[in-house]
T-cell receptor
Framework: DAKTTQPNSMESNEEEPVHLPCNHS???????IHWYRQLPSQGPEYVIH???SNVNNRMASLAIAEDRKSSTLILHRATLRDAAVYYC??????????????FGKGTKLSVKP | DGGITQSPKYLFRKEGQNVTLSCEQN?????MYWYRQDPGQGLRLIYY???????QKGDIAEGYSVSREKKESFPLTVTSAQKNPTAFYLC??????????????FGPGTRLTVL
């Protein structure tokens, strides 16, 4: 799986939008971009994934650059419950031999009231 | 409610003792995984299983063992051979292993402390 680069930490104010960036300059044409988040002392949870087009779901939006070398997870109105570590992960269409997710250190998002 | 359960939430063990962490899922998923997380770090794969009665070593399998006798259950044993077992252990499952759009569902984790 190709590598991703994320800022170590970000801060946001409650009820404001948050844009979490991810760089993946070596992404291949068949790699999907996945986002997971991990709240303190809990297991990670799936947020969203996409291939080329922007994606929306009830949790967030995913904006993918036209060249696919970067993407941005958008939380439209941050709440205190959104304080977590956010992981950007690439998954190959052909899968890995193990099928596991490869987690980096992610971005720790702090939300101020 | 469908999901993954792990027990216990906290576990304390004396050095030299084996301990088994439970993981159960009722999502009817074929694939199951065990990850280890150390403070401030990402997750690392210990073992995974794509089907009943079959499992494979991950990146850090030394000192650990697993079994997969039932589709719903994938217990992890931390043996006395594991040099530094204090960590947060996470179990996950997915419909398939390795699909590009496959989503993994995680349990709440077990925090193991060796005294």
């Amino acid at each position: 799986d190709a590598k991703t680069t994320q800022p170590n930490s970000m801060e946001s104010n409650e009820e404001e939008p948050v844009h979490l960036p991810c760089n993946h300059s070596t992404i291949s044409g068949t790699d999907y971009i996945h986002w997971y988040r991990q709240l303190p002392s809990q297991g990670p949870e799936y947020v969203i994934h996409g291939l080329t087009s922007n994606v929306n779901n009830r949790m967030a939006s995913l904006a993918i650059a036209e060249d696919r070398k970067s993407s941005t997870l958008i939380l439209h109105r941050a709440t205190l419950r959104d304080a977590a570590v956010y992981y950007c992960i690439l998954r190959s269409y052909y899968g890995g031999s193990q099928g596991n997710l490869i987690f980096g250190k992610g971005t720790k998002l702090s939300v101020k009231p | 409610d469908g999901g993954i359960t792990q027990s216990p939430k906290y576990l304390f063990r004396k050095e030299g003792q084996n301990v088994t962490l439970s993981c159960e899922q009722n999502l009817n998923h074929d694939a199951m995984y065990w990850y280890r997380q150390d403070p401030g770090q990402g997750l690392r794969l210990i073992y995974y299983s794509q089907i009943v009665n079959d499992f494979q070593k991950g990146d850090i399998a030394e000192g650990y063992s697993v079994s997969r006798e039932k589709k719903e259950s994938f217990p992890l044993t931390v043996t006395s051979a594991q040099k530094n077992p204090t960590a947060f252990y996470l179990c996950a499952s997915s419909i398939l292993a390795g699909g590009a759009t496959d989503t993994q569902y995680f349990g709440p984790g077990t925090r193991l402390t060796v005294l």
